[in-house]
């Protein structure tokens, strides 16, 4: 049973920053791409950035410059370091998993954490 928990989320004032981690448990035996994305109220699900397994980043247009996705891969884990916030960056944050490899062969896709809330308001 693989498990994504995140944490870091929080209210924080515009022009501020918050780092957002998520860690995955389990039998692991690999991890390829891992992302985050974010819902606000009303409005679809997004991708904010995501990083391939050899390092290759790619973010939304509305947060480059401003949020750094990384990961350590001996912790299994990817954060998202977010500066500069705006109201407009307020929304659930979702990690992501594109493909889970256990130690028995199975390939889990497409795991997803449980959310963490990020409000940017004064």
């Known amino acids: 049973q693989v498990q994504l928990v995140e944490s870091g989320g929080g209210l924080v004032q515009p022009g501020g920053s918050l780092r957002l981690s998520c860690a995955a448990s389990g039998s692991i035996f690999s991890i390829n791409t891992m992302g985050w994305y974010r819902q606000a109220p009303g409005k679809e699900r997004e991708l904010v950035a995501a990083i391939t397994s050899d390092g290759n980043t790619n973010y939304a247009d509305s947060v480059k410059g401003r949020f750094t996705i990384s990961r350590d891969n001996a912790k299994k884990t990817v954060y998202l370091q977010m500066n500069s916030l705006k109201p407009e960056d307020t929304a659930v944050y979702y990690c992501?998993?594109?493909?889970?490899?256990?130690?028995?062969?199975?390939?889990?896709?497409?795991?997803w954490g449980q959310g963490t809330q990020v409000t940017v308001s004064s």
């Open positions: 992501n998993i594109d493909r889970i490899t256990t130690w028995d062969g199975k390939a889990t896709r497409n795991s």
